[in-house]
């Protein structure tokens, strides 16, 4: 896809913002900026390219303060504490109660009327209703969607015999073990050991769910067990790496590891990283065994609940929102949009990736809306998971472990 240079505010967008907040810290009409951005993980210079034209159109300048991923939650703390949060804020999916339940959020329910391009309609589906809103009140609006899909070294299966991607997982595990007999220090596949949710998928593509008829979480299934199989079946296999700083992206340039289930956000990584292999190495959706499954582990966008720029809060927002921006988004950073008019755009959806991407998006679940999933149900899973394979506990014990501390949490 070429350059897109169309980075425009669409019309009507601006409004004229004056005011601040009253003294007791309620929303009143908005002061004229400037803005702060809270914007997760390292893209923040790739944020700040991207928020030009608004700086531009309108006058309101825009900071950008990176967030590490692990320290959104510490982040999160001291600003609830302190009251001095950002004006707007990435909000990970798996983190999105949480802010929800700290109260760091502004409902946006109202601010619908005023400004159309923020209507859950406008989004793709999957990635609004549940994805967006916490006890029925809308606190955000969708930004990324970072589907899961399976990466694979077309050339490398090739060169063993393997005709094309696995189509379920018990082919995956097949496969993994004959790319790990290459020799030493060769796998066939990668699981990260931060990767909570895919056990999360795995369950789910076997036909079950984390979640019981009561809201309750419930790992003590048939087709959790059958996911557990399959996942410590691959470090049994010798197909996974076992170090913790093991690097998908390098692992999947040099072959050691030819397939991984990623975000969209990998592919442009492997692009700029790795122009040869251009042709080597594809997409494709995740394997199935009862469904075919798959995350869908986007982003939003949420005003913080007390910002005294409300209303240039909302026109940014309306920004990013714009299908144009979404797609300058996806040239600069690899992610794929929310926006249906975006993700309909005629030179995306003619890339076979964003093909499988989309595909994918039809099929796709957001991980259960749990207080603190990250560090509460999420971690608790992967210590279980990660203690069997890596350390030798005993799996049926482990397993008691995680029910026990788990069976409490509900999604309501």
């Known amino acids: 896809m070429k350059r897109r240079t169309a980075l425009l505010l669409a ?11 009253d003294d007791d810290g309620d929303n009143a009409a908005a002061s004229d900026g400037p803005l702060t951005v809270w914007i997760m993980g390292d893209s923040g210079a790739n944020f700040e390219q991207l928020v030009e034209p608004f ?8 900071e950008v303060v990176a967030i590490p991923w692990d320290g959104v939650d510490q982040r999160l703390t001291t600003a609830v ?41 406008n989004f793709a589906e999957g990635v609004a209703g549940d994805a967006t809103a916490v006890g029925g009140q809308l606190v955000s609006v969708p930004w990324i969607s970072d589907t899961r899909v399976l990466f694979y070294r077309s050339d490398i299966l090739a060169e063993n015999g393997i005709d094309g991607p696995p189509a379920t997982w018990d ?23 931060w990767d909570s949710p895919l056990p999360v998928v795995m369950t789910w593509d076997q036909g079950g769910d984390i979640v019981g008829e009561d ?24 197909s996974v790496p076992t170090n913790a700083d ?48 798959s995350l869908f582990a986007g982003s939003n966008l949420g005003v913080w609940h007390d910002t005294a720029n409300e209303d240039a809060a909302l026109d940014l927002l309306e920004f990013l ?25 005629e030179a995306l959806a003619a890339d076979p990736l964003v093909q499988v991407y989309v595909e994918q998006l039809a099929d796709a679940k957001v991980l259960p809306t749990v207080p603190n999933w990250d560090g509460g149900v999420g971690a608790d899973l992967l210590t279980a998971l990660n203690e069997i394979v ?16 788990t069976s409490s949490v509900s999604i309501d």
């Open 11 to 21: 019309a009507g967008l601006v409004a004229g913002l004056a005011g601040c907040s």
């Open 55 to 62: 700086t531009a159109d309108t006058g309101i300048d825009v």
């Open 81 to 121: 504490a302190s009251g001095d949060g950002p004006d707007v804020l990435q909000i990970g999916l798996s983190k999105l109660r949480t802010f929800a339940d700290a109260g760091a959020l502004l409902p946006l329910d109202d601010a619908i009327a005023d400004r159309p391009a923020l209507d859950p309609a």
């Open 171 to 193: 082919d995956l595990r097949a496969d993994a073990a004959t790319l790990a007999g290459r020799g030493d220090g060769q796998y066939g596949y990668y699981i990260p050991q």
């Open 215 to 238: 809201g309750a979480i419930d790992f003590d299934t048939p087709e959790f067990a059958a996911a557990v199989d399959l996942y410590t079946g691959l470090y049994a296999d010798g």
């Open 246 to 293: 093991f690097d998908q992206t390098q692992g999947f340039i040099s072959g050691v590891t030819p397939m991984l289930i990623s975000g969209p956000y990998l592919a442009k990584a492997i692009a700029d990283a790795a122009p040869e292999l251009d042709g080597a190495w594809s997409v494709t959706t995740v394997p199935a065994a009862e469904s075919g499954t």
């Open 321 to 345: 929102s714009a299908p144009q921006t979404q797609l300058s988004w996806y040239e600069i950073n690899g992610e794929l949009p929310t926006v249906t008019a975006a993700l309909e755009d």
């Open 390 to 405: 890596l350390n030798g506990a005993d799996r049926d014990a482990t397993l008691a472990d995680l029910y026990a501390k």
